[in-house]
Each structure stands twice: as structure tokens, then as C-alpha cells.
């Protein structure tokens, strides 16, 4: 079982960039999936989850408006697409399944996660 990100790098601030998160050996369409993000002395936070069979995600609300999660099934994969990026918008990104993920909280997220990913907001 593996989640694999990636689309990390450095951007320039007002800029954008789309997150990959590739799922093998399990059944993604049966799980929430989700993005967080941390930065080094602060804890991990949600950025953006979508529960299976949900027809819509959900996004924290201080996210909205600038990031975006989609899933494909069918491809096994899920996004996350970011805009308008920021200097504190630098963290490491990870992606997670859960088969329960009930809130969208790292905590509920218990299963499987990517190893991260490094975005770079920097001019």
C-alpha cells in the first residue's frame, strides 16, 4: 500500500501549483482522502478532505477559495490544485487516506499517508 505525492517545488508568491497523490494496493474509492501540510516546530494541519461517496469535499475554511481537492477513482489518484500561493503557504504537503475520515483532522486520518512533498513560496 502506498500513496505517492507529488507536483512539489518552488513557486513564486501569487502563483500556483498542483499537488498528485497516486494510491496503490487498496481500494481508493472506498476512502476519504485528504491534504495537510506542516511546517517544522507547528503541527500538522488540514488543508482540504473528501470522504467516500460524498458528492462534495470539504475545505478548512481558512483554505477555501485558494485550494481545491479533486479525486479521479478511476486513476487511483487525487489533487490538490493551489492558487494564489503565499510565503507561509511553505510546508511540506502530504496526502492521507482513511477508510473512516470522518472529520477532516489529521488525527482521524489513521491508515496510510505520502511521504510528503516540499512547496516553496519564495520570489
Known amino acids: 500500500v502506498t500513496l505517492v505525492e507529488s507536483g512539489g517545488g518552488t513557486v513564486q508568491p501569487g502563483g500556483s501549483l498542483r499537488l498528485s497523490c497516486a494510491a496503490s494496493?487498496?481500494?481508493?474509492?472506498?476512502?476519504?482522502v485528504g491534504w495537510f501540510r506542516q511546517t517544522p516546530g507547528k503541527e500538522r494541519e488540514a488543508i482540504a478532505c473528501?470522504?467516500?461517496?460524498?458528492?462534495?469535499?470539504y475545505t478548512i475554511e481558512r483554505m477555501r477559495g485558494r485550494f481545491t481537492i479533486t479525486r479521479e477513482d478511476a486513476k487511483s489518484t487525487f489533487y490538490l490544485q493551489m492558487s494564489n500561493l503565499r510565503p507561509d503557504d511553505t510546508a511540506v504537503y502530504y496526502c492521507a487516506a482513511d477508510w473512516g475520515g470522518h472529520y477532516c483532522s489529521p488525527g482521524d486520518y489513521r491508515d496510510f499517508w505520502g511521504q510528503g512533498t516540499q512547496v516553496t513560496v519564495s520570489p
Open positions: 494496493g487498496f481500494a481508493m474509492e472506498r476512502y476519504a
Open positions: 473528501w470522504r467516500s461517496l460524498e458528492r462534495e469535499p
